[in-house]
């Protein structure tokens, strides 16, 4: 796929501090998105069963917690660390970022009630603003929200009832594999690529194995669920969690590709955990820059 030349306007957290350190919504226009030659509409049962699959994926989710390799490509130069991710649903979110190259820990990001605080702990500076997803694309480089940054880690997508109401789902010819359109609230078009597994208890089961965000006709975002590790390490991963996840942002020249090392969905995390998980305490005398 071709990389749209877009400049960026704002700096990226992620990639300063590792370089220091080393069916029927016609308003959707689903013809400018699929050729009719390759996919035609679903049936009414694949419509239903895709849309409450990924209903239920969603809402099963309510906490999570993981730590794996991250492989970052940004403007051909690669970088390697360890990410550690831990959430709780719908508003907290603590992402810490190691440094393979200097062994300790560069950053961390912490959102809370709608509020966000990261400090960068090479460069010697904290920032704190709303937890929007504008401040949260300048510090991470993908332009997603809280709750779909969150649902991103664990093989899924923020979907709400009235988006999926108003979707689009298509059949691929050759592959048999469902796409779901979806418009958000910003007007952009999430391409949802699933996988048939097959029936259970006489239910359909999915598989989400990507996600094309559109703005228009141009592709802002690709993320790539993986099933294999490049590794033989052993795992400890919850079996509905892909071992492997890929994100390329075009507009950033941007390709993040995050392998868990352990994955745990819907930990028990006690209120005095969470309490410390989800705030930082500032380094004594740490520049605070106001993100707005």
Do not use: W
């Not at 699933?194 to 094309?212: H, M, N, P, T």
């Not at 745990?264 to 989800?278: G, K």
């Amino acid at each position: 796929m071709s990389r749209p030349q877009r400049k960026s306007v704002a700096v990226r957290l992620l990639g300063v501090v590792l370089a220091l350190s080393l069916g029927s919504c016609v308003h959707l226009k689903p013809e400018t998105l699929l050729t009719t030659s390759d996919y035609q509409p679903a049936s009414v049962e694949d419509v239903t069963a895709v849309t409450s699959y990924l209903r239920a994926s969603v809402s099963a989710v309510t906490s999570f917690r993981a730590m794996g390799d991250l492989l970052i490509l940004k403007s051909g130069k690669r970088y390697r660390g360890t990410q550690v991710v831990v959430f709780t649903r719908p508003d907290k979110l603590r992402l810490e970022l190691f440094s393979t190259a200097l062994n300790r820990l560069t950053s961390i990001i912490v959102c809370r009630n709608g509020e966000l605080t990261t400090v960068d702990f090479e460069a010697k500076q904290a920032y704190q603003g709303m937890a929007s997803e504008r401040n949260l694309a300048r510090l991470t480089g993908i332009p997603l929200s809280v709750e779909q940054i969150m649902l991103l880690n664990t093989g899924r997508i923020a979907v709400s009832d009235r988006e999926l109401e108003n979707a689009n789902v298509f059949r691929e010819l050759d592959s048999g594999k469902l796409v779901v359109l979806v418009r958000d609230d910003n007007g952009r078009i999430f391409h949802l690529i699933l996988r048939r597994l097959g029936d259970v208890q006489s239910e359909l089961v999915f598989e989400l194995e990507a996600v094309k965000v559109f703005d228009g006709n141009t592709e802002l975002l690709f993320i790539e669920y993986l099933k294999q590790t490049p590794s033989t390490t052993v795992r400890q991963i919850s079996p509905t969690i892909p071992p492997r996840i890929r994100v390329m942002v075009y507009e950033e020249d941007l390709e993040l590709e995050l392998s868990y090392e352990q994955a745990d969905l819907n930990p028990v995390i006690a209120p005095d955990e969470a309490d410390r998980l989800y705030s930082i305490t500032l380094p004594p005398g740490m520049p605070v820059k106001k993100l707005h």
